[in-house]
């Protein structure tokens, strides 16, 4: 596995969810919170920036065309060609408006399961999994989370995976593809201060759980056990989020942030909110589109 090459000058502030569309041979992801979403074609080398007009946090495809914009206050259609936002479903607690929308993955049956955090207190544990069905309905799974963040499934989507960020933990549970409900929630993995937070998550083709370290300076690979298999340094100090791509699935996407930096923060990490590239021994899965 070779190590991490800085790809595209981004600079996003957090960059977050990228997701490779097989159809374009394209990778997108956002600059969380209401920065432009971003669009990379890696063998022309074309960026694209969108403007948005709410404030995305992250990105889900969809199969009836288009994409699935996460945003803080919603769950939005997304028509890049137009770049034009539709409101699918509002926000999970109507009632409290502090309760923000965050990450998301798609089931292998095409229903988006999406993280929620308290944006006024991240530390407080009211985040909460979440799942949006194609028919516009949307279930509560688990809750507990100081900030609910990367999701990723097995490749049996018999499992599925949450970083509990501020809690400094990954929660695994068990999930019925039939119903769509999560049960025997337990601890897959544990960070400590010195490994940072657990942020964006991904599952690859061998079932093993990719996921990035908030103020840790790395990625890590674990097995389905719990176990590390690797960890991969960068020299950013908060690596976000990941997607396989390219044509044969092997080439592993990193985002990174430069949130909170000052100026000499970022003379000490120039390639801050970079997307860099990993060209690995393993491959990815496509990921599903949500089917609302």
């Not at 044969?248 to 003379?267: H, I, M, P």
């Amino acid at each position: 596995m070779n190590e991490p090459k800085q790809l595209v000058s981004a600079q996003n502030r957090l960059g977050e969810t990228p997701i490779w569309e097989p159809e374009e041979n394209a990778l997108y992801w956002v600059d969380w919170g209401g920065l432009p979403t971003c669009r990379f074609e890696p063998e022309t080398g074309k960026f694209t920036a969108y403007p948005v007009t709410v404030p995305v946090t992250s990105l889900a495809r969809r199969a009836s065309g288009g994409w699935v914009a996460i945003a803080q206050n919603g769950l939005y259609g997304w028509e890049p060609k137009i770049n034009q936002y539709k409101l699918i479903y509002g926000p999970a607690r109507p009632d409290k408006p502090e309760i923000c929308y965050n990450d998301a993955a798609v089931d292998r049956q095409g229903r988006l399961l999406v993280s929620t955090v308290n944006m006024n207190d991240p530390f407080l544990p009211e985040g909460s999994l979440y799942r949006l069905d194609p028919n516009g309905s949307l279930h509560e799974l688990d809750t507990g989370y100081a900030t609910a963040n990367g999701i990723g499934l097995s490749p049996d989507g018999k499992t599925v995976y949450v970083s509990d960020q501020r809690h400094r933990q990954i929660i695994v549970l068990d999930y019925d593809i039939a119903t769509g409900f999560t049960s025997n929630r337990r601890i897959f993995a544990r960070l400590s201060e010195e490994d940072g937070m657990p942020d964006g998550l991904i599952v690859d083709a061998e079932g093993f759980v990719w996921n990035g370290h908030w103020d840790g300076w790395k990625l890590t690979r674990y097995a389905p056990d719990g176990k590390i298999e690797c960890q991969i340094r960068f020299p950013i100090q908060h690596v976000i989020s990941f997607a396989f791509g390219g044509k044969n699935l092997d080439e592993l996407f990193v985002t990174t942030a430069s949130w909170g930096f000052g100026e000499y923060e970022r003379k000490q990490q120039p390639w801050a909110g970079d997307l860099f590239r990993i060209k690995t021994d393993v491959k990815g899965l496509i990921e599903p589109a949500f089917a609302g």
